[in-house]
């Protein structure tokens, strides 16, 4: 059962936090880690006998949604950008293929975005290929493709479905006309379900919502409409993101006006409205914002502990190492993280010089892997066995952490967590502020050592 949440809660928990998609996460990363680094990791990888996520970032879109906190960069709908585009990737490809030097499995395959499908048909395809003459794709691991409903149609879904792709993802947001032009995203109830169900004809067994709650005008009555209309239409998952608004990196959401956005309480009661929605009508809640159909298998693992996050989102079916191409795309292997370069001149001309195209990186030490382990242990499961922390670390949890006893404590003190000797475990009111939970456990952040303004937790 949920406890009341009042306002002076709400405001204590409503600071400024990273979301931990990683661990230490990417303001910490830097220039130490280039080229050189990944080709070492690249060719460690190869003489393993490790799995392989592979992730493929296609950053165009034809308008900007005022709310974007993606990488995206806006181009009209002409093939030669995507012709271009494809052409370095097909580079970088190559580059990576032959660094790791043999054929490796993909266990996850996922393309995202901007909006891939904003390639064409023979272009998707020639990727598609391109990839699966490189590696092993494996078709019962994940398949996944990002679409956007408003430039999709039903011969690239049926593309999509012939080459492979087992799980679409689409973005929603919201259905309220007066959110959407605010947003400038206008797309119809109708459109959605047209492609919904044609994705579902063709025979994807995975169809996956994204919604945005915290954007301008939206209501918990408002809200409570598309959710209304998305439970209706019975996707396997949702995602159901906390607006982002980081103005201060991206401009474009400059164009909403502040004042029109609910407040942080409001925000939490149009989640919590959409949660009980969700979860009255057979869905599971899953970790910080994702909903599941109780018997789809991510609900089942998140049941099991056997759930795991990355980049890509939540994943029952991890892969040992992750590879991301494209720019700004981001990859995590033997223990090292590595982003390519965000600015598109730079990622050609890197490629053009026949050079690995990457930004920045790091290398992880052994404090900073025990610290993702609980960070995402918190995230994914809500709880840490502290029994498997010493087998796993060979340390004490409390001891580790003693200088973390205080922030324990107090997140015991504010109804946060539970603790014993066994296990620390998080109450439903420390689930809508899990980032706060997270934050206490961050190294970079208690030492001050992060530069970067994050999101706000609510
Ligand atoms: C790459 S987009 C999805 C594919 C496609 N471009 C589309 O919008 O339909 C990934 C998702 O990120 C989410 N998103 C983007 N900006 C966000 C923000 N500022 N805060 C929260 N979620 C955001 C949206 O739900 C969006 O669907
Ligand atoms: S939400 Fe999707 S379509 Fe809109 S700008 Fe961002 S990536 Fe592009």
């Not at 492979?164 to 929603?172: A, L, Y």
């Not at 014993?420 to 809508?432: A, D």
Request: aromatic residues 12%; proline residues 3%.
């Amino acid at each position: 059962m949920l406890p009341t949440i009042d306002k002076e809660t709400v405001l204590k928990f409503d600071v400024p936090g990273p979301r931990y998609t990683s661990y230490p996460t990417a303001p910490v990363w830097t220039e130490d880690v280039g080229a050189d680094v990944y080709r070492e990791k690249l060719t460690a990888f190869g003489k393993s006998d490790k799995t392989l996520s592979l992730y493929i970032h296609i950053p165009f879109c034809e308008s900007m949604c005022s709310y974007c906190a993606c990488n995206v960069i806006i181009r009209r709908h002409e093939d030669k950008y995507g012709e271009e585009y494809l052409r370095y990737l097909f580079k970088e490809l190559d580059l990576v293929r032959e660094q790791i030097g043999s054929r490796k499995r993909i266990r996850q395959f996922h393309w995202g975005g901007g909006t891939p499908t904003f390639l064409n048909e023979s272009q998707i395809e020639r990727l598609f290929n391109k990839v699966h003459d490189a590696f092993d794709i494996d078709y019962d691991g994940e398949v996944a493709i990002e679409i956007d409903p408003r430039t999709i149609d039903k011969s690239k879904i049926r593309t999509l479905k012939s080459l492979g792709f087992n799980r679409i993802s689409m973005g929603v947001q919201d259905f309220d006309l007066r959110v959407q032009k605010a947003v400038n995203r206008i797309q119809s109830y109708y459109v959605v379900r047209e492609y919904y169900d044609f994705c579902r004809a063709l025979g994807f067994g995975s169809v996956n919502f994204d919604l945005i709650y915290g954007l301008p005008y939206q209501t918990v009555r408002s809200f409570e409409d598309t959710v209304h209309d998305v439970i209706a239409m019975r996707p396997d998952r949702v995602a159901l993101y906390s607006f982002a608004y980081v103005p201060w990196l991206k401009k474009h959401q400059n164009k909403i006006d502040q004042q029109n956005l609910p407040d942080s309480e409001h925000k939490i009661d149009i989640f919590l409205k959409a949660r009980e929605r969700f979860t009255l009508n057979g869905y599971l809640a899953i970790a910080m914002d994702h909903f599941a159909l109780k018997e789809d298998e991510l609900a089942k693992a998140f049941l099991q502990d056997r759930l795991y996050r990355n980049f890509m989102g939540y994943t029952v079916k991890p892969a040992d190492e992750y590879i991301g191409l494209g720019l700004t795309s981001i990859g995590f292997l033997e223990n090292t993280f590595i982003q390519n370069e965000k600015i598109i001149g730079k990622y050609f001309a890197a490629l053009d010089e026949g050079r690995l195209p990457v930004e920045r990186g790091m290398v992880l030490n052994e404090d900073d892997r025990i610290r993702q382990y609980t960070i995402s242990g918190l995230m994914c499961h809500f709880r840490l066995d502290k029994s498997q922390f010493r087998e796993r670390f060979g340390h004490a949890f409390d001891d580790y952490y003693a200088a973390e006893q205080g922030h324990l404590l107090k997140c015991q003190e504010e109804g946060l967590l539970e603790s014993n000797n066994h296990v620390i475990k998080v109450t439903e009111l420390g689930k809508l502020f899990i980032r706060n939970i997270c934050m206490g456990f961050d190294h970079y952040l208690q030492q001050r050592k992060v530069a970067a303004r994050f999101s706000r937790t609510v």
